[in-house]
Protein backbone atom coordinates (compact mmCIF):
# COMPACT_ATOMS: atom_id res chain seq x y z
CA UNK A 1 0.00 0.00 0.00
CA UNK A 2 2.72 2.62 0.75
CA UNK A 3 4.64 1.45 -2.71
CA UNK A 4 1.50 1.93 -4.65
CA UNK A 5 0.87 5.64 -2.53
CA UNK A 6 4.74 6.80 -3.65
CA UNK A 7 4.41 5.89 -6.78
CA UNK A 8 0.60 8.08 -7.00
CA UNK A 9 2.61 11.10 -5.09
CA UNK A 10 5.42 10.60 -7.52
CA UNK A 11 3.44 10.44 -10.24
CA UNK A 12 1.37 13.78 -9.13
CA UNK A 13 4.74 15.30 -8.33
CA UNK A 14 6.45 14.95 -11.54
CA UNK A 15 3.04 15.77 -13.73
CA UNK A 16 2.00 19.68 -11.46
CA UNK A 17 5.84 20.11 -12.35
CA UNK A 18 5.58 19.47 -16.16
CA UNK A 19 3.02 21.63 -16.46
CA UNK A 20 4.21 24.42 -13.79
CA UNK A 21 6.82 24.67 -16.57
CA UNK A 22 4.69 25.15 -19.34
CA UNK A 23 3.82 28.37 -20.77
CA UNK A 24 0.07 28.64 -20.53
CA UNK A 25 -1.22 29.64 -18.22
CA UNK A 26 -4.01 27.21 -17.66
CA UNK A 27 -0.93 24.58 -17.26
CA UNK A 28 0.73 26.20 -14.71
CA UNK A 29 -3.30 26.60 -13.17
CA UNK A 30 -3.57 22.55 -13.31
CA UNK A 31 0.27 22.11 -12.58
CA UNK A 32 -0.20 24.04 -9.23
CA UNK A 33 -3.35 21.88 -8.21
CA UNK A 34 -1.61 18.99 -8.85
CA UNK A 35 1.38 19.83 -6.71
CA UNK A 36 -0.81 20.58 -3.95
CA UNK A 37 -2.92 17.11 -4.02
CA UNK A 38 0.60 15.79 -3.99
CA UNK A 39 0.88 17.24 -0.80
CA UNK A 40 -2.03 16.38 0.72
CA UNK A 41 -1.02 12.57 -0.12
CA UNK A 42 1.98 13.19 1.19
CA UNK A 43 0.44 13.84 4.71
CA UNK A 44 -1.86 11.56 4.48
CA UNK A 45 0.59 8.95 4.00
CA UNK A 46 2.75 10.19 6.99
CA UNK A 47 -0.28 9.83 9.19
CA UNK A 48 0.30 6.06 9.07
CA UNK A 49 -1.55 3.81 7.18
CA UNK A 50 -3.72 1.13 8.55
CA UNK A 51 -6.05 -1.42 6.45
CA UNK A 52 -9.36 -2.82 7.65
CA UNK A 53 -8.38 -0.86 10.74
CA UNK A 54 -11.21 0.76 12.87
CA UNK A 55 -11.02 3.98 13.03
CA UNK A 56 -12.35 4.59 16.66
CA UNK A 57 -11.54 1.59 19.32
CA UNK A 58 -10.48 1.26 22.91
CA UNK A 59 -8.11 -1.78 22.24
CA UNK A 60 -4.43 -0.82 22.69
CA UNK A 61 -2.07 -1.24 19.68
CA UNK A 62 -1.43 1.57 16.61
CA UNK A 63 -3.98 4.03 15.66
CA UNK A 64 -3.01 6.12 12.81
CA UNK A 65 -2.55 9.51 14.24
CA UNK A 66 -5.37 12.41 13.46
CA UNK A 67 -2.94 15.50 13.13
CA UNK A 68 -2.35 14.88 9.37
CA UNK A 69 -5.59 13.76 8.95
CA UNK A 70 -6.89 17.36 10.06
CA UNK A 71 -3.51 19.42 8.32
CA UNK A 72 -5.16 17.14 5.13
CA UNK A 73 -8.40 18.91 5.74
CA UNK A 74 -7.09 22.21 6.27
CA UNK A 75 -4.81 21.97 2.97
CA UNK A 76 -8.03 20.93 1.12
CA UNK A 77 -10.07 24.12 2.39
CA UNK A 78 -6.72 26.18 1.37
CA UNK A 79 -5.93 24.51 -1.84
CA UNK A 80 -10.02 24.73 -3.05
CA UNK A 81 -9.66 28.65 -2.27
CA UNK A 82 -5.89 28.88 -3.74
CA UNK A 83 -7.49 27.20 -7.03
CA UNK A 84 -10.46 29.27 -7.34
CA UNK A 85 -8.49 32.35 -6.85
CA UNK A 86 -5.80 31.59 -9.72
CA UNK A 87 -8.61 30.56 -11.88
CA UNK A 88 -10.64 34.02 -11.68
CA UNK A 89 -6.61 35.50 -11.54
CA UNK A 90 -6.30 33.61 -15.41
CA UNK A 91 -9.23 34.86 -16.76
CA UNK A 92 -8.74 38.34 -16.01
CA UNK A 93 -5.38 38.09 -17.47
CA UNK A 94 -6.43 35.97 -20.61
CA UNK A 95 -9.11 38.79 -20.53
CA UNK A 96 -7.04 41.52 -20.63
CA UNK A 97 -4.11 40.01 -22.65
CA UNK A 98 -6.16 38.55 -25.29
CA UNK A 99 -3.84 35.30 -24.93
CA UNK A 100 -2.78 33.03 -22.09
CA UNK A 101 0.92 32.60 -23.06
CA UNK A 102 3.53 33.67 -20.18
CA UNK A 103 6.68 32.98 -21.90
CA UNK A 104 7.24 36.52 -23.94
CA UNK A 105 8.94 39.82 -23.00
CA UNK A 106 5.95 42.35 -22.02
CA UNK A 107 7.18 44.85 -24.73
CA UNK A 108 7.99 42.88 -27.24
CA UNK A 109 5.36 42.37 -30.27
CA UNK A 110 3.14 39.69 -31.43
CA UNK A 111 4.01 37.63 -34.33
Known amino acids: ?7 GIGTLVAAGVYLALRPRLFSVLLGITLLS ?3 NLFLLASGGLMVD ?3 L ?6 HPDPL ?4 ILTAIVISFGMT ?6 TLRA ?3 RGHDRVD ?8
Open 94 to 96: VSE
Open 37 to 39: YAV
Open 53 to 55: GAP
Open 84 to 89: AFLIVL
Open 57 to 62: SNLPGP
Open 68 to 71: PQAL
Open 1 to 7: MELLLAL
Open 104 to 111: EDPGSEEP
